[in-house]
């Protein structure tokens, strides 16, 4: 229900990302892996029409982001890393403004604003001012938004920034669950915890370049390590030590 194919980015001549190839399947929960600057949010962001590829091409749900945007918008769910909301909105208007602009009938959209609201433990806040929540409680209200339309495909960059302890269960099993029959789940971290626990795949970057995509258990297993990060940490300082992110051409 992703897929990349080929996707690079270049700025000048640094590679972001080197021809990255990877999809996502229905029923699928896949977790992007990395370290800072491997090219996680660079790939979120070609994938949600942020930032245009230097070559290749991306799909979601088999529509071609970069030649149908308004069409592929339509059939992703986002949540950044940093959310940016309508200050001078309340929680319910903000929710009523998405629903209006996916065409979700008024008496189905205040029922699932009624269901967001309560899933993220928001409703006691529903008529204040957006301006006036904590980090963690626009968190919250951005996955709230991005579940109202019920879209066939999750992208989430690093899902637990600012969020409580309640929340983060609330999310980690968002993140499990909502990969089902006809759904697939994106997410970026650097908590490998989270990531073994819950994805059903694990892809990992670094310096631009896709190194290591496979379940967490077949990963271990593969590199005869106990834990993900034993994994990661070997993977990151040996292609540290072998690859550059500048591209040799003169």
Do not use: C
Request: without cysteine; aromatic residues 8%.
């Amino acid at each position: 229900m992703v897929r990349f194919e080929r996707v690079g980015k270049d700025y000048g001549r640094y590679r972001a990302l080197w021809d990255l190839s990877l999809s996502v399947g229905a029923g699928e929960s896949l977790a992007l892996l990395g370290p800072n600057g491997a090219g996680k949010t660079t790939a979120i962001r070609i994938l949600t029409g942020q930032l245009s590829p230097s070559r290749g091409r991306v799909f979601v749900d088999g529509v071609e982001v970069w030649r149908h945007p308004v069409r592929a918008k339509a059939r992703f769910g986002y949540v950044p890393d940093r959310p940016y909301l309508y200050g001078k909105l309340t929680a319910v208007e903000l929710l009523r403004f998405v629903a209006g602009l996916y065409r979700i009938p008024r008496p189905e959209a205040e029922r699932r604003i009624e269901e967001e609201l309560a899933r993220f433990r928001l409703t006691r806040y529903a008529s204040a001012l957006i301006e006036t929540y904590s980090h963690g409680m626009r968190q919250k209200l951005t996955f709230a938004a991005a579940l109202l339309p019920r879209p066939p495909v999750l992208i989430v960059d690093e899902p637990m920034v600012g969020l409580d302890p309640v929340a983060a269960r609330t999310v980690r099993g968002l993140l499990r669950d909502y990969a089902r029959p006809g759904r697939a789940v994106l997410f970026s971290t650097h908590q490998l915890e989270l990531a073994e626990s819950v994805a059903d795949r694990v892809a990992l970057l670094h310096r631009g370049r896709l190194v290591l995509l496979g379940p967490p258990t077949e990963v271990r297993r593969a590199h005869d390590s106990r834990s993900l990060e034993e994994v990661f940490l070997r993977l990151t300082e040996d292609a540290g030590a072998q690859a550059s992110p500048w591209d040799p051409r003169p």
